[in-house]
């Protein structure tokens, strides 16, 4: 998936990279004052070869002429890797308004100094320029998550007002407190002292310019919800990590599936090394979870009550071991074994549906089939494993190499399926509300471009009295012009769940995928993605995570209810 740096971008007529504007027709002029739109720098060496750095839009109204490119002082993000020994060779990619040249052809720039160049403008007049560039520290200051102990009482975080609000009547008088902050930001006072929360106790972020602030109140206080559903706008993308700075090398090696344990994601690339488990709010990676005498060759997946499900892949003739946990630094108990004789493989794809701790139903994918397996769970026990073969679809799971994804709409395991597959681009939903016939729902994207998507990886839960459903349209060839996107749909009733993905009236949010593809190459067999739908503990947010081999990407979008 290694990043193309020629392009031709859709809100500009022409893209100058090593050669003057050449129109074969006239195009009228859009330059207003300065035609240069954007500013993009990659790395032209070191492990992140070919990605993008930065790319900055410009104010093409401004009359400028010498132009700084704000380089990130930190790559990746979080990290402590600095930029400074990488500016001194990285490739820069000017994007023009029509008929504007830039002369002599910008290549390789040499970033801590100024680089000069000839402008021209659509009729002709010429200015000089430079381009350079500039490290630059951060100014982002968000406290992104906030625990209170003794006790770990999450706070909820209204960023909009500042707030940390903590739901209980006990006594803060003496309480510390674990926060996570943007990358390499400051906070003060130390929150790791003692402090009382009683009363509004004020806490005051820097960013890691030393400029920019943010004051933060906490507070003892219940914030009202809307009535039901997530608070549109509240969309909030948490973070988008390419999955080979996590140490993948080889995409076709990894089937990504993901899980969630309280304040954290975990993300199992099927390769049969420890899952690893990042921080919600930032995708901060924190370690490898404790594996015990599990083995990760399989999927991994989680209920909505702090409880992990982690199983290997088990090819017909062997057992399917299901392992359980509720921390990641625990060893998992063996929680179902399942002696596989059905002809097909399975263990590449699991999920749940309500508290394992309680009444829940656990559902293992069939490959190469229409059938699942599913075990009904009461107090906590499983019982048999139930096979079952679905009616009205494909003998066969098509496309996304012969493997669907099956999820239970509820914790009842009568309650209802959905299940969606490639199908010839067709990419259909379907549900199936005993279980066995199928009826199809929702149909591919209506551009006509369902042949380059699948749409398997989905998931659906119940957030503050209504039930979502969220399908992850993953691109087979990225730099194709195939992004990934997150579908959204109000799953409430099936009903209503009609026409294409992109334009049926139960769709509630859509989230397009950066372009910014990892360079080792996507997955050209045993393409495999995940998406995971998870409730805070506290019921006012809901998290959406991501991850595929074919666009390599791992990331995190928020959402939440309360009424504002």
């Known amino acids: 998936m290694k990043k193309k ?51 900055w839009k ?33 490739k820069v990619v000017a994007t023009l308004e029509n008929n504007c040249t830039i002369y002599p052809p910008i290549t390789v720039l040499d970033l801590n100094k100024k680089n000069e160049f000839t402008y021209t403008d659509p009729y002709g007049t010429q200015k000089k320029i430079t381009i350079s560039g500039q490290l630059t520290r951060s100014d982002k200051c968000a406290l992104k998550a906030f625990t209170a102990n003794p006790g770990e009482l999450s706070g909820i975080i209204d960023e909009d007002n500042k707030t940390i609000s903590l739901l209980t009547a006990a006594d803060l008088s003496e309480m510390t407190a674990e926060v996570t902050l943007s990358p390499h930001a400051t ?6 002292e003692t402090h009382n929360f009683n009363n509004e106790f004020k806490f005051t972020v820097t960013a890691d310019n030393g400029t920019n602030t943010a004051e933060y109140t906490v507070l003892k206080h219940v914030p009202e919800k809307i009535a039901n559903g997530y608070r549109k706008g509240s969309e909030l993308t948490l973070f988008e990590k390419d999955m080979t700075e996590l140490g993948v090398t080889n995409a076709n090696n990894v089937h990504p599936t993901l899980a969630s344990i309280g304040k954290y ?34 999927a991994i997946t989680s209920d909505c009550a702090g409880n992990m499900l982690i199983c290997n892949y088990a090819a017909d003739g062997s057992v399917l071991k299901i392992f359980k946990t509720n921390d990641v630094t625990k060893a998992p108990e063996q929680f179902i074994t399942y002696n596989n004789s059905l002809g097909v493989n399975i263990g590449s794809r699991l999920h749940v549906q309500g508290n394992l701790n309680g009444t829940a139903t656990v559902i293992a994918t069939c490959e190469n089939s229409n059938s699942y397996i599913y075990w009904t769970v009461n107090n906590g026990t499983p019982s048999e494993a139930h096979v079952v073969g679905m009616n009205n679809i494909s003998l066969f799971w098509e496309g996304y190499d012969n493997v669907s994804k099956v999820v239970s709409r509820s914790a009842d395991a009568t309650g209802g399926v959905f299940v969606d597959f490639y199908k010839e681009g067709k990419c259909p939903l379907y549900y199936a509300a005993n279980g066995i016939d199928a009826t199809q729902l929702l149909s591919a994207n209506s551009t006509g471009a369902g042949w380059g998507y699948n749409t398997a990886p989905i998931d659906t839960r119940d957030f503050n009295n209504s039930k979502y459903l969220a399908i992850f349209e993953m691109g087979y060839w990225p730099d194709w012009g195939f992004p990934g996107h997150i579908y959204l749909f109000d799953a409430s009733s099936t009903g209503a769940m009609t026409g294409t993905i992109d334009t049926s009236s139960s769709l509630k949010y859509l989230y397009t995928m950066p372009d910014n593809y990892a360079s080792i190459g996507y997955a050209a067999g045993g393409r495999f993605g995940d998406v995971l739908l998870t409730p805070s503990e506290d019921g006012y947010f809901m998290y959406i995570f991501y991850a595929s081999n074919t666009h390599l990407t791992f990331g995190g979008i928020q959402l939440d209810c309360i009424d504002k």
């Not at 954007?38 to 070191?46: I, K, P, V």
Request: net charge negative.
């Open 5 to 55: 740096l020629l392009y031709i971008t859709t809100s500009v007529a022409a893209l100058l990279l090593f050669n003057s504007c050449q129109n074969e027709e006239y195009v009228q002029p859009t330059a207003d004052r300065a035609g240069i739109t954007s500013l993009d720098a990659y790395f032209t060496s070191g492990v992140n070869k070919d990605k993008l750095v930065v790319d």
């Open 58 to 90: 410009i104010d093409k109204t401004a009359d400028i002429t010498d132009y700084v490119i704000p380089v990130p002082y930190y790559y990746p993000e979080e990290s402590d890797n600095t930029n400074e020994e990488y500016m001194s060779a990285m």
């Open 187 to 192: 906070i003060s006072p130390d929150p790791t």
């Open 265 to 298: 994601v975990i993300m199992n690339l099927g390769d049969g090394s420890a899952p690893q488990y990042f921080k919600k709010a930032t995708g901060s990676l924190v370690g490898n979870i404790n594996m015990g005498q599990a083995n990760a060759t399989g």
